[in-house]
């Protein structure tokens, strides 16, 4: 595959910076209509639990190299569905308020909500295309080192594997992905903490 002009894949806190893509409409109709009245109905914890939820959700694949490895469009800016998702996350983090309380309208009825409500249908869409695509846009010869990564990745994490078998995988691991997914810092020190964390519990004769 030939390496971009520019980065692919996006760091943990990084912004995108290419032209918004044109809202595609996809979940118009009645069956859309109904489930916006019902969204009307939303209070504003209710508003602000939907947005956490999606957050979670969407830092799940900053968080896990397993989901990172598996679904790599999640984090590749190129793709037009990902850079809306980031941008509709962008905008909601941006308008939401610093409390529930002193509202006169309907969560839904104002620029949070609705910016809250279009980050889910965003990340929505880019995730059934993430899922869709998998790793599909890699060659086969990538393919093949993106499974080797996530054989190895088992292995790093494996608290029946040696120190030493746990940190060869991490380093054969880091490798494996090298030009092909950017794993984020967050992600790293997860992993490696976690394998610290192991290793002196060995050391010490006790548990993790």
Known sequence: MKEPESPRFLASGQWVDQDEPEPEGMLSGLGHRRDRRARTQR???EMFALHDEILHRWSEYELDLAKLIDYPMMT???EASTVAMIRAMRLADRLRPDSATGHRLHAADTEYGQAVEAFEEAFLLAE???KRVKRGHFSEQEQHRL???RQLLSVAADESSSP???QSAYQQLRRAVDGLVAIPDRALAALEAR???RR???ETGGKP
Do not use: G, K, Y
């Open 76 to 78: 590749d800016v190129r």
């Open 128 to 130: 059934a295309e993430a």
């Open 164 to 166: 030493s078998e746990r």
């Open 147 to 149: 499974r080797t990564a």
């Open 195 to 197: 394998s610290e964390l």
């Open 43 to 45: 209070s504003w914890e």
């Open 200 to 202: 002196h519990a060995e």
